[in-house]
């Protein structure tokens, strides 16, 4: 970057910022201003990110820095490199402080930020500095964090429903004359299909695009720095740019959004796409606008492309469960991380890093997500998800390994999903209950539970479920505190009629399971 004295504005672009037309960038004169971008270690090692995360956020970065230089933007652009070196800043704060000293802007301007450790750690620098600091509305969003503090504004509990159908009306989306199409705001009842014993058949294909030179070199750096971090990236083929991101969009709304509905809580072994959008990592990266994805859907509804439980589903995902999510980290963050309202203590089990397990529907999820740095809603929240729930896991271990091992993960959307959603850490404040279910589950929708050595119709004995028994474990472990809930009232009733005999071999059986007896391949 050419000196330009008096800087006027230095703009903060973070990882998860590559927009162009980003509010931070309105106004924005190249005789004046300029862009910084940094990549820091802190960034991959807080939580110990996997190497497809890693290569998905670096490589991102870069091609975002192209573009901002081939619009004449100045830019000071900070590289990791493959080895440490001695003026590299392990922390964005640090490097971001040492600019600020040298660069001397009158004032920093950024898009607010999706992260509330990063938000406080930029915050307390620029102010240190004695620099003005202007934090611009995120236009990603169809909604502001002050739109949904309104919102939850007296409610004791907050429920995706009722925000979504107010969104539905305000943005006049899936409605005819004000009402909404096919004379129901919600079709999840009608998504929840699994694909039966004949399986998916043929998928549509992935959409991939092969690592170009810089993509290359940032694997070759990951490589080599980040050995030793989880998963692997022989796989590696997210989109990286806004092109290729539109690209996913075209081919998703083309392929899989017409099955999407149907199909999108079925599981099948060994098959780690199937019909989902593969799009949340673009979407987080803000290399899509979430606009332009609702409106893709729901143009391939009204052309007849796709049925509504489809356009809908999906579109509820987009316009109502990102903004919710959004939402509720920002209205209850700080303390929100510290959540643990199930007292959970276990540690996270060792093999979630490496995935070697006996239990075949985990073994499947954990190795596709360190292959991939990906798994879908369903593998998340009812396969590794319900386990954790289930053994009682301190939900900050597994919020920490939802962000470290997806490349999707961004903190203001994962922490709600993870402690909130899947672990009931927040006390029901999302959720009206906890998702809890047996192996049955699993088997049902498409687990590979033929080929387990466990059996999800057993409780108790050496062949006996790991999920189905700590399912009934975690009943009777919570059973005063569900008896409260009235979702609860016919599980908690199951409980009661269990002999003193079963629930006894039942504790046994989950203390060897959460002792680490069981599980472990």
């Known amino acids: 970057m050419k000196p330009i004295n008096p800087l006027r504005n230095l703009v903060v672009v973070l990882g ?28 991959s090692t807080h939580v110990g990110s996997s190497k497809q995360r890693i290569v998905m956020f670096l490589s991102a970065m870069r091609h975002f820095a192209q573009a901002l230089e081939d619009m004449g933007r100045p830019l000071r652009y900070h590289r990791m490199n493959a080895s440490a070196q001695p003026s590299e800043k392990s922390t964005l704060a640090l490097q971001l402080q040492a600019d600020l000293d040298s660069l001397t802007p009158q004032k920093v301007v950024m898009t607010a930020p999706g992260e509330h450790r990063l938000w406080q750690a930029i915050q307390a620098v620029v102010h240190g500095s004695g620099c003005a600091l202007e934090v611009r509305e995120d236009r990603h969003f169809f909604t502001t964090v002050a739109d949904f503090s309104a919102h939850a504004k007296g409610r004791k509990a907050l429920r995706l429903e009722y925000f979504y159908r107010e969104l539905r009306q305000r943005f006049d989306i ?24 004949q399986g998916p058949g043929a998928v549509p294909p992935r959409a991939c695009f092969a690592p ?27 989109p990286l740019t806004r092109a ?27 098959e780690p796409w199937l019909y989902h959008s593969h799009l949340s990592a673009a979407l987080n990266l803000k290399l899509l606008n979430a606009r332009e994805v609702v409106a893709a ?11 509504l439980q489809s356009a809908e589903g999906f579109i509820r995902q987009i316009l109502g469960w990102r903004e919710y999510v959004r939402g509720i980290y920002w209205t209850h963050m ?29 073994k499947d999820a954990i190795s596709q997500t360190l292959k ?67 192996g049955k589950y699993i088997q049902r929708m498409g687990g590979p539970c033929g080929s387990c050595r466990y059996n999800p119709a057993l409780r108790e ?28 009232a016919l599980q908690v009733k199951n409980v009661a009629r269990m002999s003193p005999a079963q629930r006894q071999a039942v504790l046994l059986r989950a203390q060897d399971i959460q002792a680490g007896k069981v599980g472990a391949a």
């Open 372 to 438: 991939h740095g990906y798994a879908h809603h369903i593998q998340r929240l009812m396969v590794t998800g319900l386990y954790t729930l289930l053994l009682g896991v301190h939900p900050k271990q597994v919020h920490e390994w939802y962000l470290a091992v997806y490349v999707d993960a961004v903190e203001w959307v994962e922490l709600p999903n993870t402690l909130g959603m899947s672990q009931y850490g927040d006390g029901g404040l999302m959720a009206s209950k906890p998702y809890v279910a047996t």
């Open 174 to 197: 899936l409605l005819d004359q004000g009402k909404p199409v096919g004379g129901r705001w919600n079709f999840d009842a009608d998504n929840r299909e699994s694909f039966g014993p």
């Open 297 to 307: 859907a729901e143009s391939a509804y009204r052309a007849g492309h796709a049925p």
């Open 461 to 488: 004995g050496d062949q006996a479920c790991p999920f189905t028994t700590l399912y009934w474990d975690f009943l009777i472990r919570h059973e005063p505190l569900l008896a409260q809930n009235a979702r609860m």
């Open 244 to 270: 290729q991101a539109l690209e996913s969009l075209q081919l998703f709304i083309r392929d899989r959004l017409p099955l999407f509905g149907r199909y999108e809580d079925a599981l099948w072994p060994g």
């Open 334 to 362: 700080p303390s929100y991380i510290e959540r643990n309202a199930l007292d959970a203590q276990q540690n996270l089990p060792a093999w979630f890093w490496t995935g070697d397990t006996d239990m075949a529907c985990l």
């Open 16 to 43: 998860d910022q590559l927009d162009l037309d980003a509010a931070a960038f309105d106004g924005f004169d190249p005789t004046l201003d300029a862009v910084w971008m940094a990549e820091v270690a802190e960034e």
């Open 212 to 238: 170009d030179a810089i993509t290359q070199e940032v694997i070759a750096l990951v490589q080599q720095r980040f050995a030793h971090h989880p998963g692997s990236l022989e796989s590696f083929a997210w």
